[in-house]
């Protein structure tokens, strides 16, 4: 009610309760989004927030090579993620909570490899770390143990290649009974089609193994060349898979490159999962990495439901 006591001439301003005020709206230019992605590589690392900017580079980080990004079970986050640049978002932090669901079964290292493609992009190779190598051996009992992913990848380079070199066979005679002469003869040189290669193994600046004198040709000779499979069976970091299913050695090779090779991604047991989920402020994980974030200004975590529907 408006008061009347007013003992001189002036402007005085009252205010007068007119019912609940409207929500103000607030920037919600950055986002921060906490979920299931299909992959963590490029350097992502599990509980992390990961700075994104386009939906190609969530690719690069969260997707398979040559995919869609998308899981087989169904995730909401990178449908989230694309959702929020489809309709004109910016910058985003992605954290990602692993790739398959609490207490699903441990997928084999084979099965989550990288596939490299040959020139006619097609299928030719998978590269997938060895199983029982130190690559692949951590513990889940803590975070710090998962956040090792780009310590335990590898590198592999695919170079052209040519055959081995042919053997030579040293014969000797006599010409006098006081000397003996040394004749060489070699076999014919084999041609270099193309198809041979050669692939390195490395990590960071150290180069772990090479294999040369490469095929795609598992009926070649053995003194021209080496069946790819064949010879990284000998690999102490990883194992490959012939995807290729019909052609010539040369249209099956695969495309020189530099690619990464990460092990499956460790998954903490189910009665930790919330804790990890959490995170912690001073290592900058989970949802608590997320709030130490000042321009993160709106939070969705879409997959929750899928983690107590578990």
């Known amino acids: 009610m408006a008061r009347l006591d007013y003992y001189a001439p002036g402007v005085y301003i009252e205010e007068v309760?007119?019912?609940s005020r409207p929500i103000e709206g607030v920037p919600t230019a950055v986002g921060g989004f906490v979920g299931f992605t299909e992959d963590i590589r490029g350097g992502a690392e599990p509980f992390k927030p990961m700075l994104v900017t386009t939906w190609d580079q969530y690719l690069q980080y969260f997707g398979r090579p040559n995919s869609d990004g998308f899981t087989d079970f169904g995730a909401y986050l990178p449908?989230?993620?694309y959702g929020w640049f489809l309709n004109g978002g910016g910058r985003c932090w992605v954290v990602s909570i692993g790739t398959r669901l609490p207490g699903s079964p441990e997928p084999e290292a084979t099965e989550t490899g990288t596939s490299i493609m040959n020139r006619g992009n097609r299928p030719s190779l998978k590269f997938s770390i060895?199983?029982?190598?130190?690559?692949?051996t951590t513990d889940n009992g803590s975070i710090n143990a998962l956040l090792?992913?780009?310590?335990?990848?590898?590198?592999?380079?695919?170079?052209?290649?040519?055959?081995?070199?042919?053997?030579s066979s040293t014969s000797s005679s006599s010409a006098s009974t006081s000397s003996t002469t040394e004749s060489t003869s070699s076999t014919t040189i084999p041609a270099n089609t193309g198809e041979f290669f050669t692939v390195v193994v490395a990590q960071g600046d150290e180069e772990l193994e090479r294999f040369e004198n490469l095929t795609m040709n598992p009926q070649i000779d053995s003194s021209v060349a080496t069946y790819v499979?064949?010879?990284?069976?000998?690999?102490?970091?990883?194992?490959a898979v012939d995807?290729?299913?019909?052609?010539?050695?040369?249209a099956r090779r695969p495309s020189n490159g530099l690619y990464e090779i990460s092990?499956?991604?460790?998954m903490p047991s189910p009665d930790r999962f919330s804790q990890h989920i959490e995170g912690v402020r001073d290592d900058r994980t989970g949802v608590r990495g997320l709030f130490e974030i000042d321009e993160v200004t709106i939070m969705a975590c879409?997959?929750?439901?899928?983690?107590?529907e578990t």
Do not use: C, F
Not at 150 to 165: A, L, N
Not at 243 to 250: H, K
Not at 302 to 308: A, H
């Open 17 to 19: 309760n007119r019912g």
């Open 79 to 81: 449908l989230s993620v």
């Open 130 to 136: 060895r199983p029982g190598s130190d690559l692949t």
């Open 148 to 167: 090792v992913t780009v310590d335990r990848s590898v590198r592999v380079q695919i170079m052209d290649g040519e055959p081995k070199p042919p053997p």
């Open 229 to 239: 499979v064949t010879a990284l069976e000998e690999s102490e970091y990883i194992a």
């Open 243 to 250: 995807l290729s299913i019909s052609g010539s050695p040369l």
């Open 263 to 266: 092990p499956p991604v460790v």
């Open 302 to 308: 879409p997959d929750l439901m899928k983690v107590y």
